[in-house]
């Protein structure tokens, strides 16, 4: 989760505190003697919550946009300790983007709109991962691939039979995804936000980091037929990428990401 904190300036006005006193503005007087009203101005910080940053993969670079008020600047957040900062900012409205990118691929994205005043500086956005069009690199899975084992929270996108009305909306849904590896066997189920199940049971093969799987699915639906996977993924030792083809009554592909 990235977090912009922002400590107050003192600018083209006195502020309680910071001079001889004042209430947020000052008005000034140019050639004509016409009055002219000064605007606040604040620096705002930008920090990385390190637990969301240990979940994004290895090199993902992030990029941080503030437009509004005259402005349209993009920072990349290097110092995930100490942040990065945007300097005297107008008070006002803001659209705040945040990127986050693999080797030139956008993988999660976000914004909102901030109200920056002199009592409102800390704003909260959080990302999430982009199903679609995402390849990483393999990185965590050892020889017995126990390393995927878990419940994860994610985005899961499909072709035509697997999309439904949130899918067909916004491009992914949520998906609650469970694996289980034990063994020779895999347990995949993804729960799709809001009305589909698939349960898919396999066997496994493959050496460290390739994972080879196939066996049989069951959706809530009640369509069945067979899938393998195409490609899957850790990529960081909370994070996983499946790429699953479908046969029978289902025919195609369903992508998913999440998070532990």
Not at 26 to 33: A, F, G, I, P, T
């Amino acid at each position: 989760m990235i977090k912009i904190m922002g400590p107050l300036l003192c600018s083209f006005l006195l502020l309680a505190g910071c001079g001889s006193g004042g209430s947020g503005s000052q008005v000034k007087s140019d050639e004509d003697s016409k009055p002219i009203e000064e605007i606040a101005k604040y620096a705002l910080n930008f920090l990385i919550d390190s637990a969301e940053a240990s979940q994004l993969p290895s090199g993902a670079q992030i990029y941080v946009t503030v437009t509004g008020q005259g402005i349209d600047k993009t920072i990349q957040v290097s110092d995930i300790v100490n942040g990065e900062s945007f300097e005297d900012l107008p008070v006002g409205d803001y659209l705040i983007t945040t990127n986050v990118e693999l080797g030139g691929t956008e993988i999660a994205s976000g914004s909102s709109i901030f109200t920056l005043s002199q009592t409102n500086t800390t704003f909260t956005a959080s990302v999430q991962l982009i199903a679609t069009d995402l390849y990483v690199v393999p990185e965590i899975m050892g020889p017995t691939f126990s390393e995927l084992n878990g419940i994860y929270d994610g985005q899961a996108t499909g072709s035509a039979c697997i999309n439904n009305d949130f899918i067909n909306s916004f491009g992914s849904a949520p998906v609650d995804l469970t694996i289980t590896v034990a063994g020779t066997t895999i347990f995949i189920e993804a729960d799709i936000f809001p009305d589909i199940v698939i349960q898919f049971n396999g066997t496994i093969s493959g050496t460290e980091s390739t994972l080879n799987a196939g066996g049989s699915y069951q959706k809530s639906d009640f369509t069945s037929g067979s899938w393998t996977i195409d490609a899957a993924y850790m990529m960081s030792n909370r994070s996983t990428y499946l790429d699953i083809n479908l046969d029978g009554d289902c025919v195609g592909e369903l992508i998913m990401t999440g998070l532990k």
